[in-house]
């Protein structure tokens, strides 16, 4: 069965893994090397044992840990050539560990089939992921997003399990303690996914086939899990899904303290 687990998933770290029963990936190390080791032995995974990291941009909440954690365990890091010019600027990519530029037609990985697509956020070319596994099951994740694409809809149709960013609620980001600058930032299209938007992207992939949502990436300050849940489950509702029925649907904890989900 293919198996997946949000480790970490907040603006203060994301690291998130899919595998099967003898190999896995991570998307992403944002949180350190200690902290990333003992997520994944707490869950009966080897690190050693990883076939790939594959990174979706250059933020340092999504590659803190790559440099030290890929570099101990030699895991080859893949990402597309804006962000590994952007790790080379940052120096996270001098440990000791391939870095590689991710194919557009995709790579294989611990007998998984990894392929990218475009995301619009604010950094030099940043990335979503699909992966199928060797059974024909298929996820996708994209978090950071500052808006919805037919590409990234496209890529996430029909998936098994799909990964969303609902980042925040935009009144409590409008009135919340943010500078203006930032709050402009978040909210514009190259900003991060609020939770209408997410809702409305679920509706959409519901509707193509997709029975488990994961929702990620929720601000500590702007969102709140239940709002979150709440949003996308009434969107689901109001189409006529049903929960636990037609769907699934998860908040991500900004640290997992639960298991590897099998699907």
């Not at 590659?63 to 893949?78: D, M, Q, T």
């Not at 590409?151 to 980042?167: P, W």
């Not at 239940?226 to 009434?234: D, I, K, R, S, V």
């Not at 699934?248 to 904890?253: I, P």
Request: proline share 5%; charged share 20%; glycine share 8%.
């Amino acid at each position: 069965m293919a198996r997946f687990c949000s480790l970490f998933s907040s603006s203060s770290g994301n690291s998130t893994y899919f595998g099967t029963a003898s190999s896995g990936i991570l998307i992403d190390a944002g949180v350190s090397c200690k902290r990333l080791c003992a997520a994944l032995i707490n869950r009966d995974i080897e690190p050693e044992k990883l076939s790939a990291i594959f990174v979706t941009h250059s933020h340092t909440d999504h590659i803190s840990g790559i440099k030290l954690f890929a570099s101990r365990y030699g895991i080859p890091v893949y990402c597309t050539a804006g962000t590994a010019a952007e790790l080379e600027a940052a120096e996270a990519a001098t440990g000791k560990f391939p870095l590689e530029i991710m194919p557009q037609t995709g790579t294989e990985a611990g007998g998984m089939e990894i392929k990218s697509f475009p995301v619009p956020h604010d950094t030099a070319q940043p990335c979503g992921y699909t992966v199928r596994f060797p059974d024909g099951r298929k996820a996708a994740i994209a978090t950071d997003t500052g808006h919805m694409t037919d590409i990234i809809l496209n890529e996430m149709k029909n998936c098994d399990l799909v990964m969303l960013e609902s980042n925040h609620d935009v009144g409590m980001l409008q009135n919340g303690p943010y500078p203006y600058a930032l709050k402009r930032r978040i909210l514009s299209p190259t900003g991060h996914l609020c939770n209408d938007d997410c809702a409305s992207a679920a509706v959409q992939l519901v509707k193509s086939g997709v029975t488990r949502l994961f929702l990620g990436h929720l601000s500590t300050e702007n969102n709140i899990p239940g709002l979150a849940f709440e949003t996308t489950h009434a969107a689901l509702t109001m189409s006529g899904a049903r929960l636990d029925i037609d769907y699934t649907l998860c908040v991500n904890k900004k640290e997992n303290d639960g298991g590897i989900v099998l699907f």
